[in-house]
């Protein structure tokens, strides 16, 4: 139990994906102008993370480890996320089209999302159970972090930034800022 | 290294069929449960898309929903008779409105005396009707106006009244 809750403090803070290991940097930046988009990103990421890394589990501990072709994890692993978003996307749009509205194009775009990839790499040899902990504690922390970068760059919109400054270049820094937050978190595990 | 080749395309092309299968199957059983769903669609693509609420529900979306379980066909007072009419032949069910009755009669008329030219109203019309610009006084071009009334909370000084449309000549 400690074990697991170490797996998961590590993978939502420690490790976390976009300020510690810099992926998934493009839905960071793309989907955190507002709050209204952060949230549903988030959670639209946590979803596929989780089923990713179930399917892409059994994927490599019953196919390609019994057939000695570990190295094509790579590839048969973005199949299986492109097949997992494709089938979120189908069961979202079912069951509420107002959330797949919502969503739009963020949906689809969570296939190229390296911070999937990564996780789902990262993952594959542990078991089912540590992965899919693992898996809900990256989602976690991706989802934190972009929540709180979306409410900074909120407060941002009305701060007294120099010109020079605003927009893009102060919205970078402040991700450069908490990502050496993120930094002391490093000696925990 | 042939046998390698073989086994290699083998997997990929057997986890490409499996997962394209699992897609397919779950396109299916949407598509088995779509028939309801793209009468809501329909529905929802012949009401005004304002989002005014004015027929009691939170939005077009629901209100079409509510339509295909049997709700009157004629809540909606921005798409006027035209909708009903609309509604009416795609769904088959009476237009027993007088179609007269249903034209939104209820125009919004900026009282320009209070208005203080604050803009707020302007983003608020889903029809673009209001034109003014920031400090000086708007009016609302009464042909375009469909009474939905969104922008009344948000006028700062309760300027925005109903009034009858006035009958063009």
Redesign the interface.
């Known amino acids: 139990m400690a074990e697991l809750f170490a797996l998961f403090v590590g993978a939502a803070l420690v490790n976390n994906f976009v300020l510690v290991q810099f992926l998934g940097l493009c839905p960071y930046v793309g989907t955190s102008k507002r709050l209204e988009t952060a949230i549903p990103m988030s959670l639209a990421t946590a979803f596929v993370m989780l089923l990713a890394t179930v399917l892409t589990h059994i994927?490599y501990t019953l196919?390609?480890i019994p057939?000695d072709?570990e190295y094509?994890r790579i590839?048969?692993f973005i199949?299986?996320i492109a097949?997992v978003v494709?089938?979120t996307e189908?069961?979202v749009?079912?069951i509420s089209?107002?959330l797949h509205q919502l969503l739009g194009i963020y949906l689809p775009l969570i296939t190229s999302n390296c911070a999937i990839l990564g996780l789902v790499l990262t993952v594959a040899d542990l078991s089912l159970p540590q992965a899919m902990v693992y898996a809900v504690g990256g989602a976690f922390g991706f989802g934190l972090v972009l929540v709180v970068f979306a409410s900074l760059r909120e407060r941002l919109q009305s701060a007294a930034v120099p010109a020079a400054f605003r927009g893009a270049p102060v919205a970078l820094l402040c991700a450069g800022f908490m990502a050496l937050a993120f930094a002391g978190f490093l000696g925990m595990a | 290294m042939f046998e390698e080749v073989v086994?290699?395309s083998l997997?990929?092309a057997?986890?490409?069929i499996t997962?394209?299968g699992?897609?397919a199957a779950?396109?299916k059983w949407?598509e088995s449960?779509q028939p309801i769903?793209s009468l809501v669609e329909r529905v929802n693509g012949l009401l005004p898309q304002i989002q005014c609420a004015k027929c009691g529900f939170p939005g077009c979306?629901p209100y079409a929903e509510a339509v295909i379980a049997g709700e009157r066909i004629d809540l909606c007072p921005p798409g006027g008779s035209d909708t009903v009419q609309a509604l009416g032949h795609l769904l088959n069910r009476p237009v027993d409105v007088p179609a007269e009755t249903m034209d939104s009669d209820q125009v919004a008329f900026i009282d320009e005396n209070t208005c203080v030219g604050c803009a707020r109203c302007i983003p608020a019309c889903p029809v673009d009707a209001i034109v003014g610009a920031e400090r000086y006084t708007h009016t609302i071009l009464q042909e375009h106006c469909t009474g939905c009334e969104l922008c009344i909370p948000v006028c700062p000084v309760d300027c925005i009244d109903l009034h009858k449309r006035a009958v063009h000549a």
């Open positions: 994927l196919v390609l057939l072709l094509l590839i048969a199949f299986a097949a494709q089938m189908l069961y749009r079912q089209p107002v | 086994l290699v997997t990929m057997g986890i490409g997962l394209s699992g897609i779950l396109a949407t449960r769903d979306r």
